[in-house]
């Protein structure tokens, strides 16, 4: 079975322009979720779908962050414009149910550095 | 409101030494805790959890988490290092009703 996955690993990009990370939750997961690693600090939850419709958008910083997942299944989060502070890792997770004990299965990342 | 607290930033252990990674969590509700681990250039992959089934939680690599509740404590162990437990570890804490709060992990490092 496939695991998370997430596109691309790394990206390198100006402040100012627009980048998309792309997650693909393993296969039947109706819950998809995006955590971000700014360097030095902790992993922080930034927001949570249940098939297509966002369940909980509280850790989004700020209106530059759009979140989509259309027909439930990948989702894409865009960053536009792109702002030095929004360096870090970006993590995505899926887990088959929402219960505060189901498993969280994450992907690689991506590691986004703006310049 | 839920959180976890991880002690030292960095652990160094000899090979074959116990590994000792220490958490502490506060909780207003009885609390859900995980531990997950990143190997370099990876995804992050949960070790263990505890769900209040039993306070000796067994993970996978040989590694055991107890939850103290008087101590607010998750710490977590493995009797005896190998070189592949190289990695940085997370404590967190599951918020209801799907969102969790990691602390802010702590990078094992095994001498050889």
């Known amino acids: 079975e496939a695991g998370v996955t997430q596109f691309p690993s790394h990206s390198v990009i100006e402040k100012g322009q627009t980048v998309t990370l792309r997650c693909d939750p393993i296969?039947?997961?109706?819950?998809l979720y995006w955590y971000r690693r700014v360097m030095g600090k902790e992993i922080k939850f930034l927001l949570h779908?249940?098939?297509?419709?966002?369940?909980?958008e509280s850790g989004m910083p700020n209106n530059r962050f759009l979140a989509e997942r259309t027909g439930g299944t990948y989702s894409t989060l865009k960053v536009q414009p792109a702002e030095l502070e929004d360096s870090g890792v970006y993590f995505c997770?899926?887990?088959?149910?929402?219960?505060?004990?189901?498993?969280?299965?994450f992907g690689p990342g991506t590691r986004l550095t703006v310049l | 409101a839920q959180s976890v607290t991880q002690l030292g930033s960095h652990v160094s252990v000899s090979e074959g030494a116990l590994v000792l990674l220490r958490c502490n969590y506060s909780?207003?509700?009885?609390?859900?805790l995980f531990w997950y681990v990143q190997y370099p250039n990876q995804g992050l992959q949960l070790l263990l959890k505890?769900?209040?089934?039993?306070?000796l939680v067994k993970g996978i690599n040989g590694f055991e988490a107890e939850f103290k509740k008087s101590e607010t404590s998750f710490h977590l162990t493995k009797p005896s290092a190998h070189m592949s437990d190289a990695a940085e570890y997370f404590c967190?804490?599951?918020?209801?009703?799907?969102?969790?709060?990691f602390g802010s992990g702590t990078r094992l490092s095994i001498r050889p």
């Open positions: 779908f249940v098939k297509e419709s966002k369940q909980d």
């Open positions: 505890y769900t209040s089934a039993a306070t």
């Open positions: 967190a804490v599951s918020v209801p009703p799907s969102k969790i709060i």
């Open positions: 997770a899926s887990s088959q149910g929402v219960r505060s004990t189901d498993t969280q299965y």
């Open positions: 296969s039947g997961h109706d819950n």
């Open positions: 909780s207003s509700v009885p609390p859900y």
